[in-house]
């Protein structure tokens, strides 16, 4: 299967190499020192340790448009970057191929659709927790047991996603054709926007978080928020969803020690995608059902706030970070700020 891979951060890393590994014919759509390194060096991907680590040679590019015709595309770019890359699709796409964004968010669907057409696009869950330790070089340290779970936005089964199915999970990726893909987008939306959010704005692990009474009621209050705004878009989520993801982020060692995104961000100075994670969720909650003081607002701090915000260390033993957050317009954090994690965008 031919496959494109527009992002080479922790997400496209782990699954293009996975599936580069099986022997599939994947191509990396890269720039700067991580498409220098990719060239020159090839991808490294550890799992769980270096003693599963694996160092593959992969093809690699900043020309998509000089590629042809794909199989797949796996879009994995931040949020913030999806209009500007999403115009390197349209010369991937013939009849049958099939865009999966592996993105962060409620809409990257529709926002590539907008640029390339809807007929291509399915809906994208990654469910896995990887970093960027260098260019060119990704840490896994977990996921659930399925990693990426993909479907049709209408709903339903089909050829081209049961396909994709059967290719990944032949490559060692535990992928799953979901024919309710809207549920565990939201399902999805929410780990990200209330046990992500209150991650950042802590600066703690997910362990720390649901384990803490203040952090947990938080968490529930944030929740609540997203099961009111999907009920308004005609999506039902289990009435335990909020519960499993208690359960996994307690039970998991490598989800109980890990960090969301948004802290991975906010603590390295990196642009931010509050805008398009709990903005976008306070800007549904307008028009939609009703305003979202836990999500727009930084919250009173429990202990382990007040001990994030004093101390430097940043472990799940000792963890701390000064209080940092978006600075400017473009949503930049810059260490050593005192501004609020804010999600009002």
């Not at 013939?94 to 809807?118: K, L, M, W, Y």
């Not at 927790?129 to 049709?152: D, Q, Y």
């Not at 202990?303 to 000064?322: D, L, N, Q, T, Y």
Request: hydrophobic share 40%; aromatic share 6%; net charge positive.
């Amino acid at each position: 299967m031919r496959i494109a891979v527009i992002g080479a951060g922790s997400l496209g890393s782990y699954y293009g190499g996975i599936l580069t590994r099986a022997g599939e014919d994947v191509t990396f759509v890269a720039r700067g020192a991580t498409l220098a390194t990719l060239r020159a060096k090839g991808l490294t991907v550890t799992l769980g340790g270096e003693s599963a680590s694996f160092t593959v040679p992969v093809r690699a590019t900043d020309e998509a448009d000089a590629l042809g015709i794909m199989d797949c595309v796996l879009f994995c770019v931040k949020a913030y970057d999806t209009a500007d890359a999403a115009v390197q699709i349209p010369p991937l796409i013939g009849p049958e191929t099939v865009v999966i964004p592996v993105q962060n968010g409620i809409d990257s669907a529709e926002r590539i659709a907008a640029i390339t057409g809807a007929a291509n696009v399915v809906g994208g869950v990654a469910l896995i927790n990887a970093t960027v330790v260098s260019p060119g070089v990704v840490s896994v340290s977990g996921g659930a047991r399925t990693t990426l779970i993909f479907g049709e936005l209408a709903d339903g089964q089909s050829a081209r996603t049961d396909r994709l199915e059967t290719v990944f999970q032949a490559a060692g990726v535990a992928a799953q054709a979901d024919p309710g893909i809207r549920t565990a987008l939201w399902s999805k939306f929410l780990m990200i926007c209330a046990f992500g959010g209150v991650s950042a704005l802590t600066r703690l692990p997910y362990g720390v978080i649901v384990a803490d009474a203040a952090t947990r009621m938080l968490i529930q209050r944030a929740a609540g928020e997203v099961i009111a705004c999907a009920r308004a878009q005609q999506v039902a989520l289990p009435e335990d969803c909020i519960e499993r993801w208690f359960e996994l982020f307690a039970d998991n060692p490598a989800f109980a020690s890990a960090y969301s995104s948004q802290y991975h961000d906010l603590v390295a100075g990196r642009r931010l995608e509050v805008p398009y994670l709990n903005g976008a969720l306070v800007r549904l909650g307008r028009n939609s059902v009703s305003p979202h003081p836990s999500t727009s607002r930084s919250p009173p701090r429990s202990r382990h706030m007040r001990r994030a915000s004093r101390s430097r260390p940043i472990s799940p033993e000792s963890v701390g970070h000064p209080r940092t957050t978006p600075s400017d317009r473009r949503h930049r954090a810059r260490p050593g700020s005192r501004h609020r994690f804010d999600a009002r965008g």
